[in-house]
């Protein structure tokens, strides 16, 4: 498989997954054209150890299983959680899943501690085979085992495997912002929004599709979910349209910069509130805004 073409690093990126590129996976390259990187210098360490408490298993074997639980393809950012039903191991749909619900697994395994790990950028050993078990998980806390929670119904679900969820036992290591979260493929949390919102519309005149974005740093405006690496708080569905956002109104106190290009990269404009624009072209801004920052002032 190749990953990752049309890679454009500013430099000051810490893994390359954040510098812009094509979408994982889509290229039009063959091995004949894989890269290579030549190093100078004393480098880093290979595979640190992860922060938190760790547990290993009896045979060195990178899983841990119970006969109805286990958690296989252990890595740092934590392993799938797979459970057994009719004698046949399936996944664990990650859509809701909570803290609470990775407690009750890793209790159930004789574990202490637990939170959920999604797949994210190269977590790809997340993805598991076969069927996708359960969605909608409830747990309560005091259940014995995962089974034992309010779900959906065994094999009742929509879900494909690039969604199914991981476990990590032991306490959840202190991250600094989202983008932490994101690479350590930690579940981001939701939070209540704080300071003024920004509104943007599709079209001029602040007609069209209308999307709230409140304070922050959202790397990546999309159509889906925009998470804020200003804080530890995804925002939720921004449904700002990056191909046509054309006026906004900013806020007393508030001031937008736009980016042409993802994670804050390429052209950029800034406007400081009060202000309506009605109509971004006017402003010199005929690029698309990819990414945005929004503080207060």
Same mark, same amino acid.
């Given at each position: 498989?190749?990953?990752? /073409? ?12 954040? *510098? ?26 290979? $595979? ?21 639980? %286990? ?12 459970? %057994?039903?009719?004698?046949?191991? $399936? ?14 697994? *890793? ?5 202490? $501690? ?84 920004? %509104? ?67 052209? /950029? ?29």
């Amino acid at each position: 498989m190749i990953w990752l /073409s049309n890679v454009g690093c500013k430099g000051d990126e810490s893994n390359v997954e954040w *510098c812009p590129h094509s979408p994982w996976g889509r290229h039009d390259c063959d091995h004949t054209m894989d890269a290579g990187v030549c190093c100078i210098g004393k480098g880093k360490p290979a $595979g640190p150890k992860a922060p938190g408490p760790s547990y290993s298993c009896a045979g060195g074997e990178n899983k841990v299983d119970n006969g109805s639980t %286990r958690l296989v393809g252990c890595r740092n950012a934590g392993c799938r959680l797979e459970v %057994r039903h009719n004698d046949e191991w $399936g996944t664990v749909c990650g859509a809701g899943f909570t803290e609470k619900n990775a407690k009750v697994v *890793c209790r159930s395994l004789g574990l202490a $501690g637990g939170f959920a790990v999604q797949r994210y950028g190269g977590n790809y050993h997340m993805e598991g085979i076969g069927k996708v078990w359960l969605s909608d998980v409830h747990c309560n806390g005091a259940e014995s085992w995962l089974g034992s929670c309010r779900h959906k119904g065994w094999g009742d679900n929509r879900c494909a495997h690039g969604e199914d969820v991981g476990v990590c036992c032991g306490d959840r290591p202190q991250y600094g912002s989202v983008r932490e979260m994101r690479t350590a493929g930690i579940f981001v949390p939701q939070c209540q929004p704080k300071g003024a919102s920004v %509104r943007f519309f599709s079209h001029c005149n602040h007609r069209g599709r209308r999307g709230d974005l409140y304070q922050g740093e959202y790397p990546k405006l999309s159509d889906a979910t925009c998470d804020n690496d200003a804080g530890q708080c995804r925002v939720g569905s921004c449904s700002v349209p990056p191909a046509a956002l054309s006026s906004m109104s900013v806020p007393a106190g508030v001031r937008v910069t736009l980016f042409s290009q993802y994670f804050f990269g390429g052209q /950029s404009r800034s406007f400081t509130g009060p202000v309506d624009v009605g109509c971004l072209v006017g402003y010199g801004w005929n690029d698309r805004a990819r990414s945005v920052k929004i503080e207060a002032v």
